[in-house]
């Protein structure tokens, strides 16, 4: 009964290790990348690369997943643009808490298209006070308000941040839009700027996805 016991356990243990190494592919804070891939997306399947950007970094990861999707990356464009200077940005950004700002016309309905025609969305943004930039609520407001809400797909977020890891921060995308939400990409901007496609291919080849 005790053999039994123990190799009840030794199987546990090593399901869950191997569980383990399939859903983080890496989470090295000190290299400035975390990523997972707790979803597989099968062959065939629909996707979409869609973003919002201040300083393009999370821009320079749309690109690299677009060239191995085939997606041609959809930039979220605001009403109102952004300041230039980052410490305006950031006040812009702190009186947008509670707030939908608007999207420009045009890139808002390219962006809509290509979210109700997908299966599967990476969704990319900067994380801006431990949270998505209130731009990315809109656009989900907006499918909505259009569709009723995003259940039967697949939100994959790709982040990027000054030096903080996305923790929680999908929740507000998952609890607003309905749909399933992945955990996802996260880099530090300095790593986004300093060439980042073998990290991307990496993430996406985890999902089942390879150029």
């Given amino acids: 009964m005790k053999k039994i016991v123990i190799a009840a356990v030794i199987a546990t243990v090593i399901v869950a290790a191997v569980a383990a190494a399939y859903?983080?592919?890496?989470?090295?804070?000190?290299?400035?990348i975390e990523?997972?891939?707790?979803?597989?997306?099968p062959e065939g399947a629909s996707t979409?690369?869609?973003y919002f950007t201040w300083s393009n970094h999370a821009g320079t990861i749309a690109t690299s997943i677009?060239?191995?999707?085939?997606?041609?990356?959809?930039?979220?464009?605001?009403?109102?643009?952004?300041?230039?200077?980052?410490?305006?940005?950031?006040?812009?950004?702190e009186s947008e808490i509670g707030q939908r700002p608007a999207i420009e016309a045009s890139s808002l309905s390219s962006a809509l298209d290509a979210?109700?025609?997908?299966?599967?969305?990476?969704?990319?943004?900067?994380?801006?006070?431990?949270?998505?930039?209130?731009?990315?609520?809109?656009l989900i407001d907006e499918y909505n308000a259009l569709y009723g809400d995003m259940s039967g797909r697949t939100i994959i977020p790709f982040c990027t941040s000054a030096s903080s890891?996305?923790?929680?921060?999908?929740?507000?995308?998952?609890?607003?839009?309905?749909?399933?939400?992945?955990?996802?990409?996260?880099?530090?901007?300095?790593?986004?700027?300093?060439g980042?496609?073998?990290?991307?291919?990496?993430?996406?080849?985890g999902m089942g996805i390879s150029a």
């Fill in 23 to 32: 859903v983080i592919l890496s989470n090295d804070e000190d290299s400035g």
């Fill in 115 to 138: 979210m109700h025609s997908a299966d599967y969305i990476f969704l990319g943004y900067p994380i801006w006070y431990q949270n998505c930039p209130k731009v990315i609520l809109t």
């Fill in 35 to 41: 990523t997972s891939s707790d979803v597989r997306i």
């Fill in 48 to 50: 979409a690369v869609i």
């Fill in 196 to 205: 980042i496609d073998d990290d991307v291919a990496s993430w996406l080849s």
């Fill in 165 to 194: 890891s996305p923790d929680a921060i999908y929740e507000p995308i998952r609890s607003e839009s309905g749909a399933t939400v992945a955990n996802g990409f996260w880099c530090t901007s300095s790593h986004a700027g300093g």
């Fill in 66 to 93: 677009g060239n191995i999707t085939g997606d041609s990356p959809i930039s979220l464009v605001p009403e109102t643009a952004y300041p230039d200077t980052y410490d305006d940005t950031v006040q812009r950004a």
